[in-house]
């Protein structure tokens, strides 16, 4: 239902992305809001990659509540607070979506919903 576009007559990607993906009439769609680094009591780590890591793990746990694993994901936007982040952000994303690959886009910006949080990832998936 999902099938890779990446064109050979553009740019290869950047980074660790697909340019696209394709997915069939009839998939089923989940579009998450944004996951962020916060643990269930309400607390967040400082590190990067440690805020990184909980925010995908709540974004499977609500993928999971359908089914849908990694391999569903089609479309990712990391929203990352400050340039110096994105290195650790990165190597977690790499960890998480291995050699599955989605669609994504990178954002940095000066903050999030609030002064703890650094790392927010936006989601949709399809099956």
């Known amino acids: 239902m999902i099938t890779s576009l990446t064109p050979d007559h553009i740019a290869?990607?950047?980074?660790?992305?697909?340019?696209?993906f394709y997915i069939a009439p009839g998939a089923a769609l989940m579009m998450l809001s944004g996951q962020l680094g916060e643990r269930p009591d309400g607390t967040c780590p400082d590190n990067v990659n440690a805020q990184a890591r909980i925010a995908w793990s709540?974004?499977?746990a609500i993928l999971d509540q359908k089914g849908f694993g990694i391999e569903n994901v089609v479309k990712?936007?990391?929203?990352?607070?400050?340039?110096?982040n994105?290195?650790?952000y990165v190597e977690v994303h790499r960890e998480v979506v291995g050699e599955h690959r989605p669609p994504w886009t990178l954002v940095v910006v000066p903050a999030l919903g609030r002064r703890q949080y650094k790392v927010e990832v936006d989601i949709t998936a399809a099956g």
């Not at 290869?12 to 696209?20: D, E, F, L, Q, R």
């Not at 990712?76 to 110096?84: A, D, K, L, N």
């Open 76 to 84: 990712v936007i990391s929203f990352i607070v400050g340039e110096e």
């Open 86 to 88: 994105i290195p650790g």
């Open 58 to 60: 709540n974004a499977l």
């Open 12 to 20: 290869p990607p950047a980074s660790h992305y697909t340019h696209g």
